[in-house]
């Protein structure tokens, strides 16, 4: 099973470019997240979604875009990178409410 | 709002020793308690949750953790500690907002390190 599948794992990208993070989920689950973690400050979320159409920000979601046109994917949009979005960017899936969720390996992006 | 505390950073102890990784929170409602374990490099993988009931859980590998409603407490527990123990720990409450679904709000971590 692949569960929460994240691509890339690794990006490096010039400050002012455009991106997107891709996550998909193959476990038909309804509520899919981003958080991007950095040392010292845990996992903070970015945005979240409970189904195709319906997003919602997190606690840091400036400078990210989201949407969710299917229930598998959810990807991550940086429209101008900045050097303070270098992290490591987690998605993560569940199936239903206040149920455990299911992580993706991570991409670790670094802006220049 | 939700807050989750770890106020240990690094801990240190010795293989065999026993862990207890502390882990405060704050929330109004019933908690939904997560600890989560990853290893360098890696995503990370749920070692236990507590959602009603007992308040001593059993997890994955040999960790429990205990829910404290008068503390506001869930700490992680191991009786005895393997070196392939030694990766970052991480507390988390979980939220669910009818509209928008789930999230859940984590502490800062704690790192063990396991000495031989």
């Known amino acids: 099973n692949a569960g929460v599948t994240q691509t890339p794992k690794f990006q490096v990208l010039k400050t002012g470019q455009s991106m997107t993070l891709q996550c998909a989920q193959d476990?038909?689950?309804?509520?899919m997240s981003w958080y991007r973690q950095d040392p010292g400050m845990g996992l903070r979320l970015i945005h979240y979604s409970v189904g195709a159409g319906i997003t919602d920000q997190g606690e840091v979601p400036n400078g990210y875009n989201v949407s969710r046109s299917t229930t598998e994917d959810f990807p991550l949009r940086l429209l101008s990178a900045a050097p303070s979005q270098t992290s490591v960017y987690f998605c993560?899936?569940?199936?239903?409410?206040?149920?455990?969720?299911?992580f993706g390996q991570g991409t670790r992006l670094t802006v220049v | 709002a939700q807050s989750v505390t770890q106020p240990d950073i690094h801990i240190t102890v010795s293989e065999g020793a026993s862990l207890e990784l502390r882990c405060n929170y704050s929330?109004?409602?019933?908690?939904?308690l997560f600890w989560y374990v990853q290893s360098p490099g890696q995503g990370l993988q749920l070692l236990l949750k507590?959602?009603?009931?007992?308040?001593l859980v059993q997890g994955i590998k040999g960790f429990e953790a205990e829910f404290k409603r008068s503390q506001s407490s869930f700490n992680l527990r191991k009786p005895s500690v393997h070196w392939s123990d030694a990766a970052e720990y991480f507390c988390a409450v979980g939220v669910f907002q009818w509209e928008y679904g789930n999230k859940l709000v984590f502490g800062a971590g704690t790192i063990l390190r396991v000495k031989s």
């Open positions: 993560a899936s569940s199936y239903r409410k206040n149920t455990e969720a299911f």
């Open positions: 929330y109004g409602a019933t908690p939904y």
């Open positions: 507590y959602f009603s009931g007992d308040t």
């Open positions: 476990m038909n689950h309804e509520y």
